[in-house]
């Protein structure tokens, strides 16, 4: 048995981490993976997941799943993205389930993609998170990229993007980033989301927002859901899957939702069966222990206050260490140019670096990150932004 089962290809972002791990350098640093780190390089349990598991403890997980948790974690997630007074939160016309964090969220909905409209393909922004390929694809969802970053001016190609929006056959499924586009780090402005929202509708295509980083472009939960607001003011059907691993820490506890607007309830419902039927074949039911801690963070609002002051204090320090890794690539009169990364949000810096550069990197300085020069900024501390800073100067140098 197994003889013709061969080794499948590493994975491009933990590949890195499995390398760094193995490194026995003293100064290394990971910049693969988008995990977030304290200024001491540590990974960070929240104060308001501890609040919560407090809260917590002592809770019957075998009544918990059978009982409301579930939908009490819908019902509070969907009014993070899409407001808590907009109209689809107040009436329910949304189908909303607990998923397996962010990525079980895309599965389920390229599973129901395929399964209720077969045949249709998926348009994602070039380049995207490389794992939304892998999901589409073993949900057998033929791909297609649409233009997104423009690699010699090094920011968004609107023009092309709206291009692309206008040749795609009528009806087409879109994956958008609604804020701290991974891993460029770009996003697009009010305006343009504005005009691409209104292309949408001209092309009655479907939006299909994955959201991992809310919070962490802009610091504020809100303002980072505008991209998602404008679409439901002009009257958009949106997908949306929900991840809470980034803003809330909670990586290994895998809490996401997944949530698809709906005519009306009834149609809620109908989605929302389905979508059942298709997790309950893939994985029973989720893990419980993470949305309770979830729940209780959303729905008491001390504990809420105090987790979106954390999710501040997350992005001040990674945009303190994007500027201090500007400065000192001033100070060093470094010449390559790195304008572009002034501007970038989120967790990313996606620094243009070649792929030799990368490997350069590894190799003389024990710095790792994906081979398409995408550096995580949660890796990056006071204490070793100057030795960073003086490698990316090295390998950059004419
Ligand atoms: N979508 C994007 C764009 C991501 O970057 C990530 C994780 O990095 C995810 C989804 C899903 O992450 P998780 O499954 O941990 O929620
Ligand atoms: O680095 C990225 O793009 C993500 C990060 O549980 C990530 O893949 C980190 C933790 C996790 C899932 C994804």
Redesign the pocket.
């Known amino acids: 048995w197994w003889n013709h089962v061969f080794p499948a290809p590493k994975d491009p972002?933990s590949g890195v981490t499995e390398a760094f791990l193995a490194d026995t350098c003293p100064r290394k640093i990971n910049l693969g993976?988008?995990a977030y780190r304290d200024d001491e390089g540590k990974p960070v349990v929240l104060q308001c997941v501890r609040e919560a598991e407090a809260k917590i403890s002592g809770c019957n997980f075998l009544e918990s799943v059978f009982s409301k948790v579930s939908s009490k974690l819908v019902e509070e997630s969907v009014k993070l993205v899409y407001g808590k007074d907009s109209e689809v939160v107040k009436e329910g016309s949304y189908a909303g389930i607990q998923a397996?964090?962010?990525?079980?969220?895309?599965r389920l909905f390229a599973e129901f993609q395929r399964r209720f409209y077969p045949g249709s393909q998926i348009y994602f922004p070039d380049p995207?998170?490389s794992?939304?390929h892998n999901i589409w694809r073993d949900a057998q969802v033929p791909r297609r990229n649409f233009h997104y970053y423009d690699w010699n001016a090094k920011g968004l190609n609107f023009s092309a993007l709206i291009d692309d929006i206008k040749n795609a056959p009528d009806g087409s499924f879109f994956l958008l980033?609604p804020c701290a586009?991974?891993p460029t780090g770009v996003d697009p402005t009010e305006k343009q989301w504005r005009e691409i929202s209104y292309w949408f509708k001209v092309k009655n295509h479907f939006p299909f927002f994955?959201?991992?980083?809310q919070g962490f472009a802009s610091g504020d939960l809100d303002q980072d859901a505008q991209s998602i607001r404008i679409f439901l003011e002009d009257g958009h059907w949106i997908g949306c899957?929900q991840?809470?691993?980034?803003n809330m820490g909670l990586?290994g506890h895998?809490?996401?939702c997944l949530s698809i607007l709906c005519a009306d309830t009834e149609k809620a419902a109908a989605v929302k069966s389905q979508l059942e039927k298709i997790a309950r074949a893939m994985y029973g039911s989720p893990p419980v222990h993470g949305i309770l801690l979830v729940s209780s963070i959303l729905g008491d609002p001390n504990i809420k206050r105090l987790w979106e002051k954390e999710v501040k204090v997350m992005v001040d320090r990674i945009q303190r260490m994007r500027a201090t890794l500007i400065e000192s690539l001033t100070k060093l009169s470094s010449s390559h140019d790195w304008e572009h990364i002034k501007d970038q949000v989120g967790m990313f810096c996606y620094s243009g670096l070649t792929p030799e550069q990368v490997n350069r990197l590894r190799a003389e300085f024990s710095i790792y990150m994906t081979r398409d020069g995408r550096m995580s900024m949660a890796g990056v501390t006071t204490g070793n932004v100057s030795y960073l800073a003086n490698a990316l100067h090295e390998v950059t140098k004419a």
């Open positions: 972002i993976v988008g397996i964090s962010g990525t079980g969220a895309c995207t998170w794992n939304h980033h586009h991974n994955d959201t991992a980083y899957a991840s809470f691993s980034k990586y895998r809490v996401g």
